[in-house]
Structures are given as structure tokens and as C-alpha cells.
């Protein structure tokens, strides 16, 4: 019968061959071929496979690791991985959990270079649609690189000698190693978020393929294309390319050419606001003489149409309207007055005394009715008869029919 301390159950075999595993194969690099990558979009781990042509081994690379990679790991890239050997103990399989990964020779570097170029180029990153202008006459320009590093003196040298009158605003930041990337992506964000700069030079000086690479990784480019400020890329030397040279704004050469292409020479400045100074003088000046001819071309037409006389014309027609009206008024008053007056002779003519005083009589009843037919009144009846000068009473004592 077997001994009792040879027997294991699973679980418990796997964790000896763990514990085993991780303090023998600890902090190893381990260089082979990805095959079978998959990146997990909501955990953001990267699970894969490494090979040679002997062998392969499970890997994983978890997100607070894989935050910093300088490239996109994809199938059939050969890579050099930092890792320690451990077990999946519940399939009790081994695998790697890598720590640190990086291309395993220059031509993956070129291969990471091209493969993140074309995922942007169909993006659209690259496009001419999206390029914003640089600002020709910059107050304040935003100068990202390394605070020490030779890139920075030139460009505020050519700066203050070309345009000392812009303002310069320097966010030092790392340019090359672990978590650059990342910081120069953050100095892009602030002079956004504070919108304290007109322009943006992002760069530094010469390197490798290597030292540059902060350029070429994915969260640099995709800062520079979310600002909202103009971006010029300045990294490393005229032949040195990087991605953020095709997404940015302007690719300067150098630093000292960025700082050329930023700004406008002062004294080119000087010289077009003196053009500018004889332009106004030479539009001030024909606006004056125009002003004088439209002058003198108004005062001719005064002096040809003689307004003096054309007004003495019109006060004498209005004092001859005047006179008119006068006139009319007074005879139409004198010819109503007139016609009034002998409306009231002949009104007078007409009223009842002056009928009396002519020898007519007017014959009342007694009640002081007139009497206007004979048979108003009876046989006997008595009336009275009013003259011109009193009245008396009289009887009716015959009739006498149309007489």
C-alpha cells in the first residue's frame, strides 16, 4: 500500500506544481512568436499564445501592464516577454503571466510602426479634411517636450528671436520610456481643457527608432487629433517619421523649423503693418479728395440753380395766394351779407303786420283760432277782426258762397 504522503487530489497537486513553478520560473524573459491573440474590450486583458518551432505556452497580460505597451500586439509578431511561469489551477494549466512586453527585434518595430499607420490612415487620421490651420500671427504658443532637453532651447531661441512678442507656455514632459506616451498625451489635454494657447508644438530632438517610439503609439496620435488647438509635430530630424507627424496639424523637420513654421518674423510683421499704415493713408486720402470734388460739384449745382431766386419766386406766389384768398374771402362775405340782408326785407315784406298795415284784416274766433273758411263759423256767430292798427268784434249774419 502506497504511502499516505504521496497522495494528492487535484487541487492540491496543482497548487504544489504552483508554488513550485513561481518560485523556480520567476521575472524570466521569454522570446517566441503571438499567435491566437485576443484582447478582452471590457476588462482590457490580452490573452495569447507563445511559440517557437518546438513549442507554445499559454500567456496573459493583464490590463494594468498592458496600459503601456509602445505598440498593438498581433498574430505572428515576434516578441520578447518579462514574465513569471505560474498554473491555472482549476484546469491546472501553466501559462505565462507576462508583465512588460516588446518587439523581439527592429523589423517588429516596423511592423508595429505600419501596422498602427494603416488602422489610422482608414480611420481617416491622416486626412487633409481634418488638418486646422495655424493660427498666422500666434499670442501664445504651448511648447510640449522634455523640459531639459535640447529641443526645447531651440525652439524658444527661434521663438524670441523671430517673435518676442509671443507669449511661451513650456509643459515639460518625459519624451521617451515607460509612461511618456501617456504624458505627453495628458500635456495635450490640459492646454486644451485651459485653452490657454493659440498653437501647440509637440516634439523633441533626434534618436532611434526606439527613443522616438512615444511618438508612434496609439494614445499620442489620437490626443493630437481630438485637439481642438493646432498641433505641430517637430520629432527628431528631417528624415525621422512618426505617426504623430501624419496626424498632427504641420510636420516640422526639426524644433527649430516647428518654431520657423509657428510664427511670423517680427520684423515682417513691422514691415506689413507698415503696408498696412500706407494703405489707410492712400484710402484716406482719396476718400478726402472725393469728398472735395463731391464738394465743389454740390456747390456748382447751387450756384447754377440759383436757390435764392427760386425761393424769392415762391414767397411771391404765396403773397399773390395770399392776396387771392383775402380777396375771395372778403367779396364772398360781403355778396352772403347782402343776400342775407334781403332775405330779411323780403321776409319782413312778407310777415303779418305789414299785411294789416296794407289794409288787410285777419278774423278770429273766440277762442283765437283764425278763421280761414266762411263755414268756420255760424249764422249769429261772433267774431273779432284784427287790423293794422286794433281789432273789434263783429257777427256773422250771412253767408256768402264764393265771393
Given at each position: 500500500m502506497p504511502e499516505l504522503r504521496n497522495q494528492y487530489t487535484v487541487?492540491?497537486?496543482?497548487?504544489?506544481?504552483?508554488?513550485?513553478?513561481e518560485g523556480a520560473f520567476s521575472d524570466i524573459w521569454v522570446t517566441g512568436e503571438i499567435s491566437n491573440f485576443h484582447y478582452h474590450p471590457s476588462s482590457g486583458h490580452m490573452y495569447f499564445t507563445m511559440k517557437d518551432g518546438r513549442g507554445e505556452m499559454q500567456c496573459a497580460m493583464f490590463r494594468g501592464n498592458n496600459q503601456y505597451l509602445k505598440f498593438k500586439p498581433s498574430d505572428g509578431m515576434e516578441v520578447r516577454v518579462l514574465g513569471s511561469v505560474s498554473i491555472y489551477e482549476q484546469r491546472g494549466q501553466v501559462q505565462l503571466i507576462v508583465s512588460r512586453m516588446e518587439p523581439a527585434g527592429l523589423g517588429d518595430l516596423f511592423k508595429a510602426f505600419e501596422a498602427l499607420k494603416k488602422t489610422l490612415s482608414e480611420e481617416g487620421l491622416f486626412?487633409?479634411?481634418?488638418?486646422?490651420?495655424?493660427?498666422?500671427?500666434?499670442?501664445k504658443i504651448g511648447v510640449i517636450t522634455s523640459g531639459s532637453g535640447a529641443a526645447l532651447q531651440d525652439i524658444i531661441n527661434v521663438l524670441n528671436r523671430r517673435s518676442p512678442q509671443?507669449?511661451?507656455?513650456?509643459?515639460?514632459?518625459?519624451?521617451?520610456?515607460?509612461?511618456?506616451?501617456?504624458?505627453?498625451?495628458?500635456?495635450?489635454?490640459e492646454f486644451n481643457d485651459h485653452g490657454s494657447v493659440d498653437l501647440i508644438i509637440v516634439g523633441r530632438g533626434g534618436g532611434s527608432i526606439e527613443d522616438l517610439w512615444s511618438f508612434n503609439?496609439?494614445?499620442?496620435?489620437?490626443?493630437?487629433?481630438?485637439?481642438?488647438?493646432?498641433?505641430?509635430?517637430?520629432?527628431?530630424?528631417?528624415?525621422?517619421?512618426?505617426?504623430?507627424?501624419?496626424?498632427?496639424?504641420v510636420r516640422a523637420p526639426t524644433p527649430s523649423i516647428a518654431a520657423e513654421l509657428a510664427t511670423t518674423p517680427l520684423k515682417d510683421i513691422l514691415i506689413?503693418?507698415?503696408?498696412?499704415?500706407?494703405?489707410?493713408?492712400?484710402?484716406?486720402?482719396?476718400?478726402?479728395?472725393?469728398?472735395?470734388?463731391?464738394?465743389?460739384?454740390?456747390?456748382?449745382?447751387?450756384?447754377?440753380?440759383?436757390p435764392q431766386k427760386k425761393i424769392q419766386r415762391q414767397v411771391e406766389r404765396l403773397t399773390q395766394f395770399h392776396q387771392r384768398l383775402r380777396h375771395g374771402i372778403s367779396t364772398t362775405h360781403s355778396h352772403y351779407i347782402e343776400k342775407t340782408e334781403a332775405l330779411q326785407k323780403q321776409l319782413s315784406s312778407l310777415g303779418p303786420n305789414q299785411v294789416l298795415d296794407r289794409g288787410y284784416a285777419i278774423a278770429l274766433m273766440k277762442n283765437g283760432d283764425f278763421i280761414r273758411n266762411a263755414v268756420d263759423i255760424s249764422i249769429g256767430d261772433s267774431f273779432s277782426l284784427k287790423t293794422g292798427n286794433g281789432s273789434f268784434d263783429a257777427e256773422k249774419t250771412t253767408n256768402h258762397p264764393n265771393y
Open positions: 487541487s492540491e497537486l496543482n497548487a504544489q506544481i504552483r508554488f513550485l513553478l486626412d487633409a479634411i481634418h488638418k486646422k490651420s495655424i493660427p498666422k500671427f500666434p499670442r509671443v507669449d511661451i507656455l513650456v509643459r515639460s514632459t518625459k519624451v521617451q520610456g515607460d509612461e511618456s506616451a501617456q504624458d505627453i498625451s495628458n500635456a495635450i489635454q503609439e496609439e494614445i499620442v496620435s489620437r490626443s493630437i487629433f481630438e485637439s481642438t488647438i493646432p498641433i505641430i509635430s517637430a520629432v527628431g530630424h528631417e528624415t525621422d517619421f512618426t505617426i504623430a507627424d501624419f496626424v498632427a496639424d506689413l503693418l507698415r503696408e498696412i499704415e500706407k494703405g489707410f493713408k492712400r484710402v484716406l486720402k482719396r476718400d478726402i479728395e472725393q469728398a472735395w470734388v463731391l464738394t465743389d460739384h454740390l456747390e456748382a449745382r447751387v450756384s447754377n440753380q440759383q
